[in-house]
């Protein structure tokens, strides 16, 4: 069984943030934002957030962000292909 631990926190001119790497204080907005900035690996999240450099239990989330990213570029590249 896999635990995942989420903190959540509110700032005023953000709303409702979630921490998703605890140990470098990453929130899942910071990681989509790497993420649709060209981070395409885990590594490169790493390197550009901080995120998955203490115990690891953001590294599935990171990389189903990767995967999220790379489907809807797949699907918008279909989309405006024509028919």
Not at 27 to 34: H, L, M, N, T
Not at 49 to 56: D, I, L, M, Y
Request: hydrophobic share 40%; glycine share 6%.
């Amino acid at each position: 069984m896999r635990i995942i631990i989420i903190h959540l926190k509110f700032n005023i001119s953000q709303g409702l943030i979630v921490i998703v790497c605890i140990c470098a204080n990453v929130s899942d907005r910071s990681i989509s934002e790497a993420v649709r900035a060209g981070c395409s690996t885990v590594e490169d999240i790493t390197m550009k957030t901080g995120a998955c450099s203490g115990c690891g239990q953001c590294r599935m989330h990171c990389q189903s962000e990767i995967e999220a990213h790379n489907t809807l570029v797949q699907v918008s590249s279909l989309s405006q292909q024509p028919a």
